[in-house]
């Protein structure tokens, strides 16, 4: 049980979303404690991607509010939401495909790391210092993922899964307090998906992050989640420990168009 006196660090409150005559979400609201692991799933098209966006500032909510860290953040800019802690992978890997996979980590870094303009250009000991910290980092990143020794090969000549884990290492670097997970095993064989699973639960444990989950593999998101909300039709349905959520009557009906 997690412990209740833990700070909450994101709250979603009422949150709808209407493409024209079309409800994408209706009330749709969640609470996350700092550390926490939740997972979010539902059959296509039930809202998932549209509760992602709206979060990480990509939609504007229709109506409802979102606090992240105690802070009002509905009408932010993407850009403000992960400079106060927020990070997001997608399950299209975005990767800067021509850069090495070092320098794809070194990126997130430098969102909080910047040395200022003059100093860039004119190479001063700050700059050369803080560049040099830069990289130990991301090599440390790197190993936490096996990658090291992959760390100069081009991003998109990597396999996919090992794609997927720069994407994750690079999130990382962004020092983040909440990182949304999408799909995170998309596309991935057995193996791989064995590894990122493990690596997910690493980091989670390691650096006390909290993580939103959406994961079509239900034996992911019931191996590693403390808890999962289910919705439907861009409703909240259900909320509970795995075990509960695989023998809730109304996750069935919604998966399976019955129930027991």
């Known amino acids: 049980m997690r412990d209740p006196s833990l700070e909450e660090i994101l709250r979603v409150e009422n949150l709808s979303k209407y493409f024209g005559g079309v409800k994408a979400l209706e009330a749709y609201s969640l609470s996350l404690s700092e550390g926490m692991l939740m997972g979010l799933i539902g ?13 990480t500032g990509v939609l504007r909510p229709t109506s409802g509010r979102i606090l992240f860290k105690g802070r009002d953040i509905t009408r932010w800019r993407t850009d403000k939401r992960i400079c106060l802690g927020m990070a997001r992978t997608f399950q299209n890997i975005r990767l800067f495909k ?87 095993a998309a596309g991935m064989n057995p193996r791989e998906t064995d590894e990122i ?13 909290t993580l939103l989950l959406v994961e079509h593999d239900m034996k992911v998101v019931m191996k590693i989640c403390e808890q999962v909300q289910v919705i439907d039709h861009g409703r909240v349905v259900a909320l509970g420990t795995p075990f509960e959520i695989q023998t809730n009557p109304q996750v069935l009906e919604a998966y399976l168009g019955y129930s027991r």
């Open 197 to 209: 699973t493990a690596i997910i639960s690493k980091i989670h444990k390691a650096y006390g992050l």
């Open 43 to 55: 059959p296509n098209g039930a809202g998932k991607t549209t509760v992602f966006n709206l979060i």
């Open 98 to 184: 021509s850069l090495s996979v070092l320098d794809n980590v070194k990126a997130g870094f430098h969102l909080h790391w910047g040395s200022g303009f003059w100093t860039t250009v004119l190479n001063l000991p700050k700059f050369r210092k803080g560049e040099e910290e830069i990289q130990e980092r991301a090599y440390t990143l790197l190993k936490i993922f096996g990658l090291q020794d992959k760390s100069e090969d081009i991003a998109d000549n990597l396999p996919y899964g090992e794609q997927r884990k720069v994407e994750l290492a690079r999130a990382l670097a962004t020092d983040p307090k909440l990182i949304l997970l999408d799909e995170p």
